[in-house]
């Protein structure tokens, strides 16, 4: 599939990410303990660079992990086929801690609660927020970001493709249109 | 996948599908808690017609972490003794609506039969002399976990081949990975023209160093009514694994409940060479892809099967 228009490119992205650990740093002042979370798969990539820029910032070793939400999904029995799983990855001792959960895309919120489930499966954090590279808008739970990359405002045919370079081969997002037959 | 029956179903990609999302499950069991939602609102009913510790508990732990609600039915103290027919247990049970019904029975062929009797998924836990098809996917994963691939790997089956469904099952699993396997134990207790599988079949253990994994079956005492081998003592003196004949580069394998003393010596089965330990905790991991393949995604997407005239 071809997009239709190019929204953000590899600086813009770039730009992005450092002004989120900005405010993930001033929002957490003082607070040693937080811990990024990133969703599979690009959240995790998102989240790990946010990661190493948020360690500069403070000047401490912030606990990265990374959760796949298969498990947790709200429609996994009315799928035809399973949900593939992949290995979620917290190593750290979330309870006390502020985690920010990073996913690419905010579309109904489905996603962010299952992670919210998931994250609880580890124990109980202080605090839980949430930044999200762009938000489409189009909410279906009562979920909002805390930090937000770009607002796309978008049409529900509409297709927001975040690509990122360790798995892509190159960092954009872009916006396509999906032929009404094959968007359900 | 509607049931796994059968290992001779699952060519190698299958296989390597299921343990690959193992591979996967197993960070569940690392969580404070483990317990995931993926299969809320699914019923597993265990049906298991002789005695199990390991299997049954195993699936029963596989279905709880995943969430889906559990019916232990076992033969002694319920209708079966009463003499109800499998197909009747069958029957009753499926009005309880289960997704799935992971059986064991003392008679080839009952899970393949069963699955022509109900809509819910089967899965064979062992069908007499037949198969154990959770048993070679967890062998699988417990090596390939020490190993890497299989390909090229010597693999030793050692002892009761005839009574054994784990041997049927292991056969052509390992080698659908790409392992060679060989088959040893007197001949009394290796069915004639088994190479037909494609493996090698040695009377004695005088090559053993050959192999790379020893693969020991358990000596089974209770469906010996007739004299198999002369006495169980000369059996541990020709074939038992002991640590004068593993050496310290093979892994030594076996399905349990060891035999102490018969099929394998005390110090084998505390040696560093023994995965066996390995081989209890993947089968809850294994168990877990195996439900979570069957039982996740839509069931409405299955056949019904036709009614059948018994």
Known sequence: MTDGKIVLREDDIQRALTRIAHEVAER????????????????????????????????????????????YRDDVASRPEAPVVHSSHVDFDIDGRTIVIVDDVLYTGRTVRAAIEALFAYGRPQRVQLAVLADRGHRELPIRPDYVGKNLPTAREERVNVRVAEIDGVDEVGISVVPAEISA | MNHLLSIEDLDREAIERIVEQATRFAEVGDREIKKVPALRGRMVLNLFYEASTRTRSSFELAAKRLSADVVNFVSSGSAVEKGESLKDTILTLSAHKPDAIVIRTPWAGAADLVSGWTSAAIVNAGDGKHEHPTQALLDVYTLQRRLGPLDGVSIWIVGDVVHSRVARSNILAFQRMGAKVTLAGPPTLIPRGIEALGCDVRYSLSELSKADVVYALRMQRERMSEAWVPSLREYANWFQIDARRLSPRQLLMHPGPVNRGIELSGEAVDSPQAVIAEQVEAGVVVRMAVLYELLAGSRAFRPVPEPQLA
């Open chain 1, 28 to 71: 957490n002042a003082g607070d040693a303990k937080v811990a990024i979370v990133g969703i599979h798969r690009r959240g995790a990539v998102l989240a790990a660079r946010l990661r190493e820029i948020l360690q500069r910032l403070l000047g401490t070793a912030v606990p990265l992990g990374d959760l796949d939400i298969a498990f």
